[in-house]
């Protein structure tokens, strides 16, 4: 069974400029996640699709990030401007429902200059 | 709120030898679910092993145990026989299971493992 996957790997941006990343969650996982980690700190979400909605966006800083899920499989997640904070390394999981276990990603490591 | 303590930034094991990693937990919810994911230096963060609040028994799977202590608010993981393929970040993390949650799960700041040859 195929994992989740992550496009890309590694991303160098300037600050104000804008990038986006993708994930494709394992088959038949109708819940999909993106966290954010930051250097030496553990993840922390930011979003969370059931299907298409979303359930979850409370800590997403909306003036600069937006994230959807079309057909309820792959998701993007963009940042427009980004800021030197936003370095981090951005993780995609899935599972099969909320409750169920959660399936990470090799993850995005975005530095911003 | 939820919140999660590790409270080792590094242990170190001999190669063989079992370690045990600390993880504390508050939360005012009944129900919730306790799990531990292994980091290694790729970034992929791997699902070791989870504990629900009303499991009477400690979870095992394999080389990994959890040793639940709910009235402690504890669920250390023990890793036996450790081998060097251990050497990797754990976190510890949380998500209640009720009411208005949607299984978010709330982690820790990860404890780093070395092991030894």
């Known amino acids: 069974e195929a994992g989740v996957a992550q496009s890309p790997r590694y991303k160098i941006i300037e600050k104000r400029q804008s990038v986006a990343f993708w994930c494709n969650p394992i088959?038949?996982?109708?819940?999909l996640y993106w966290y954010q980690q930051i250097l030496g700190q553990g993840p922390k979400l930011l979003i969370q699709?059931?299907?298409?909605?979303?359930?979850?966006d409370s800590q997403l800083p909306k003036d600069r990030f937006s994230a959807e899920r079309l057909k309820g499989v792959d998701s993007t997640l963009k940042i427009q401007p980004a800021k030197l904070e936003d370095s981090a390394v951005y993780l995609c999981?899935?599972?099969?429902?909320?409750?169920?276990?959660?399936?990470f990603g090799p993850g995005t490591r975005l530095t911003v200059l | 709120a939820q919140k999660i303590t590790q409270t080792q930034p590094g242990m170190f094991v001999q190669e063989k030898e079992a370690v045990t990693l600390d993880c504390t937990y508050d939360?005012?919810?009944?129900?919730?679910?306790l799990f531990w994911y292994k980091q290694p230096s790729s970034g992929e963060m791997i699902f070791l092993i989870y504990?629900?609040?009303?499991?009477?028994q400690n979870a095992t799977e394999g080389r990994y145990s959890l040793n639940f202590q709910k009235a402690r608010k504890s669920a250390n993981l023990v890793i036996s026989a450790s081998q060097l393929g251990d050497s990797a970040m754990y976190f510890c993390?949380?998500?209640?299971?009720?009411?208005?949650?949607?299984?978010?799960?709330?982690f820790g700041q990860g404890t780093i493992l070395t092991v030894h040859p």
């Open positions: 504990q629900g609040s009303y499991d009477e």
């Open positions: 939360t005012s919810d009944q129900s919730y679910g």
């Open positions: 088959s038949g996982h109708a819940t």
């Open positions: 999981a899935s599972s099969l429902a909320p409750f169920g276990v959660q399936f």
């Open positions: 993390a949380m998500r209640a299971e009720g009411g208005t949650s949607y299984g978010k799960l709330t």
């Open positions: 699709f059931q299907n298409n909605g979303v359930v979850d």
